[in-house]
């Protein structure tokens, strides 16, 4: 069994900065592409940003500049850094990661989602 378990998020002003952790455990051989998606309601998830075991990342137009996605292989941990925060950056941020389990099958599993809300 593997479980993904966000933090960090919250309420934040215009401006401001928050870093999102997501931390996996369990039956874990290996972790290939960690990402980070948001979803606002009545809205489709969709892709912030991702890193590669490597190291390699790619970002959403709307966030580059201003997020970073870092992760911790030793940790099986990836965190998004969040500077220059904008009300429409408002979202539930879910982490996904790619997992090679002990049954040596990669599947993609999902954290529970944190709110950020961005807001004077």
């Known amino acids: 069994q593997v479980q993904l378990v966000e933090s960090g998020g919250g309420l934040v002003q215009p401006g401001g900065s928050l870093r999102l952790s997501c931390a996996a455990s369990?039956?874990?051989?290996?972790?290939?592409?960690m990402d980070w998606y948001r979803q606002t309601p009545g809205n489709q998830r969709e892709l912030v940003a991702t890193i590669t075991r490597g190291g390699s990342t790619r970002y959403a137009d709307s966030v580059k500049g201003r997020f970073t996605i870092s992760r911790d292989n030793a940790q099986n941990t990836v965190y998004l850094q969040m500077n220059s925060l904008k009300p429409e950056d408002t979202a539930v941020y879910y982490c996904?990661?790619?997992?090679?389990?002990?049954?040596?099958?990669?599947?993609?599993?999902w954290g529970q989602g944190t709110q950020v809300t961005v807001s004077s």
């Open positions: 369990g039956s874990i051989v290996s972790i290939n592409a």
């Open positions: 996904k990661a790619n997992i090679m389990t002990v049954a040596l099958v990669a599947i993609n599993y």
